[in-house]
């Protein structure tokens, strides 16, 4: 690991102008490229104390063992030499998109003498006019074989050509009416370039004027009694419309853009794009990235503007470019776009109206895609072996944490203090095992002493299933006791039954002492604990100083990552259910030995707590399921409840009378530890 200071350029010696600079390691070799409308301030913000840095620039700068920049005129030029850098360099440092999967797009190629209609893959040939990429090449054919109905274009293969020529006979779609068959002659090369020309045109989305004219057309040859050539332009008006609606119309205004939308967690990013031209989605496609550099969403807008418009020319650049968020350098971008369009282009956040909607769709394909891509990458066996083996290593372990239970606190300003424990087995979710708490030891905001408690009661009901068995003895606690359970075996496997070889929990040195502490004394010495602190993925482990720094494409990290995020989720969503609870329970929730079907059986028969609460106790006792010593507890109970205010309408000052069912109550959450 090399020290940042030991090349440190000398005070003055960088230009305060725009410019690109290279990270290169001790091999030469470029590890990271970026640039700056002043090269002085943006290199010297890397040469600052290690622990102001980001975790991911961090590494860059102790990877690093030299920096070297060069200075341009004016930052468009920065933006250009950039990406041909990333491009020739392809730093580990910097963020690359990889598509998640290859689009294929409907290709033209013009730069033949005789221009063929196919599906392309793979990078862009020069003079090749292409449509889309689609996500099926089979959309692609479907539109192609309703478009060469009025555009006959030539379709096939080098050497079908040839031998169609030389033979004198066309292929069978030169027969069926759908090729003009240029290849004996039926028309000339220039004849045929039209009909390229006009298949373009319509795929780019100039469709009106020739719907128009068809339709023209086809009046005449009616008026003219030429009822089969009428006949004939219907069909192929008809087969012209078929094709658009294949492709929606999302933007009225007949609007040229691209739309951007960004997914992201801590390490991951995906980018969808929707091509929108003639106001109609022409094609989408997406990237998922590993996020090296520490880069936010406008960063990562930037690198998905010069990766797709890096090699576009002409038409191919949009009008109007969408994005959620704008990045630093805007002004330039916009000027890079509008060099390589030919004419200004329009880069902006979309504030409202159908823009807006269409980009939040975008945005929930991008979400689906990210999704997706860790689902993915979850389910794939080595993955998750190499996660474990990873995890084993980093933290010391005897072997891979084939169980591993991670625990995290939640709660709303002190209120409904609860906690969530998560199980993984060999890298995947058992959601059978998952398990709720309720803090019962304290009130208040703690998440130190909640983590100590949750960890105890956890493992002193994991103790009392190894006492049962006489693999435990009580003698063996450090501190604490460890209470018989009273329940009776019923043969069905325990809760608490297994125990993990890894202890997560969410938090840095504090929950992570708290959580080893709580383990220390119950005498349980060969379960691991480490902690993974969310703000910088920090991985802590128990007396130590400093973190475990896992590199940011580990697929442990990764593993470890899920872990906490599940946690997290799943404690939040008990606590947002527990408190949603407290807010709509009524006096009858209070009623000792009131379960909910007799509550809601009460309050059917009655309608409202007001009505029961006026009723007598025979009336009460009228109520299916309810006994005499129950209909005295409910008399009773409501009796002591002090009412609600009455509600008063605020339009019109009156009172509304307190008709409203009292809540029934829910049941208990299952897999709780109350």
């Given amino acids: 690991m090399a020290d940042p200071s030991s090349y440190r350029p000398a005070p003055g010696q960088i230009p305060d102008s725009p410019g690109v600079y290279k990270f290169r390691d001790e091999h030469r070799r470029v590890i990271y490229v970026g640039k700056a409308k002043s090269l002085r301030q943006r290199l010297a913000s890397y040469f600052q104390d290690l622990a102001g840095l980001h975790p991911r620039t961090a590494t860059m700068v102790t990877t690093a063992a030299s920096v070297e920049w060069t200075v341009v005129s004016t930052e ?97 779609l030169g027969y069926i009416g759908k090729c003009s068959a240029p290849c004996v002659g039926r028309v000339t090369p220039e004849e045929h370039r039209e009909l390229a020309e006009d298949f373009c045109d319509f795929m780019a989305g100039r469709t009106g004027t020739y719907l128009t004219r068809l339709e023209q057309q086809m009046h005449e040859a009616a008026e003219e009694m030429e009822y089969e050539k009428a006949a004939r332009l219907r069909d192929d008006i008809g087969a012209l419309r078929r094709a658009m609606e294949k492709n929606a119309v999302v933007l009225a205004d007949a609007t040229d853009a691209d739309l951007f939308a ?97 980009m939040e769709t975008v945005h929930r394909n991008a979400q689906q895609s990210l999704a997706l891509h860790k689902t993915k990458r979850a389910a794939d066996l080595t993955t998750r072996s190499r996660a474990l083996e990873e995890i084993a290593e980093a933290l010391e372990l005897d072997g891979a944490p084939l169980r591993i239970e991670c625990f995290d606190i939640s ?145 442990g990290l990764y593993l470890l990552q899920r872990v906490r995020d599940e946690a997290h989720r799943f404690a939040i969503q008990y606590q947002r259910n527990k408190r949603g609870k407290r807010l709509k329970a009524g006096p009858l929730d209070e009623v000792p030995g009131l379960g909910e079907s007799r509550r809601l059986a009460l309050i059917k028969h009655f309608g409202s707590v007001k009505k029961l609460r006026q009723a007598t106790i025979d009336q009460i006792c009228e109520v299916p399921g309810i006994g005499r010593k129950t209909a005295e507890t409910v008399a009773v109970a409501l009796a002591q409840a002090v009412p609600a205010g009455p509600a008063v309408n605020t339009a019109t000052g009156e009172i509304i009378e307190d008709e409203t069912p009292a809540s029934a109550g829910a049941a208990s959450d299952r897999g709780t530890e109350q």
Wanted: glycine share 8%.
């Fill in 262 to 358: 960004v997914a992201e967690d801590e390490l991951e990013a995906a980018v969808q794009i929707f091509h929108v031209r003639g106001g109609r989605v022409r094609g989408q496609r997406g990237w998922v990235t590993d996020k090296v550099e520490a880069v936010d969403t406008a960063g990562l807008v930037e690198h998905a503007l010069q990766q797709l418009y890096g090699e576009e020319e002409g038409e191919a650049v949009p009008k109007e470019v969408l994005v959620p968020a704008l990045p630093e350098d805007t002004p330039a971008l916009s000027q890079w776009l509008a060099e390589r369009r030919g004419s200004q282009v329009s880069l902006r956040i979309p504030q409202r109206g159908d823009k807006k909607a269409l």
């Fill in 411 to 555: 709660h709303l300003q002190g209120d409904d203090v609860v906690a969530s424990m998560v199980v993984f087995e060999d890298g995947l979710a058992r959601k059978g095992e998952y398990r709720r708490f309720q803090i019962k030891s304290f009130e208040g905001q703690d998440d130190v002493r909640s983590m100590h408690e949750v960890v105890s009661r956890r493992f002193r009901r994991y103790l009392q299933e190894k006492l049962k068995t006489g693999e435990w003895s009580p003698e063996d606690a450090v501190g604490g006791e460890v209470g018989q359970d009273t329940a009776e075996d019923d043969g069905r496997p325990k809760r608490f039954a297994y125990p993990p070889q890894l202890v997560v929990v969410d938090g840095g040195q504090p929950q992570v002492a708290a959580a080893k502490r709580a383990l220390e004394e119950l005498g349980i010495d060969d379960v691991a604990v480490c902690g993974l602190a969310k703000r910088l993925e920090e991985v802590w482990l128990p007396g130590e100083d400093d973190p475990v720094v896992l590199p940011r494409s580990s697929e």
């Fill in 76 to 172: 468009v030029e920065a933006l250009q030499l950039e990406y041909s850098w990333i491009k020739e360099f392809d730093p580990r440092f910097n963020v690359k998109y990889r598509d998640d999967k290859s689009y294929p797009s409907l290709a033209v190629t013009l730069n033949e003498d005789y221009p063929r209609v196919q599906v392309m893959r793979g990078p862009k040939k020069k003079g090749v006019r292409y449509f889309g990429p689609y996500g099926h090449a089979w959309a692609i054919r479907e539109t192609v074989d309703l478009m060469l109905r009025v555009f006959p274009v030539r379709t096939c293969s080098a050497g079908v050509f040839k031998r169609s020529a030389q033979i004198g006979r066309p292929c069978l």
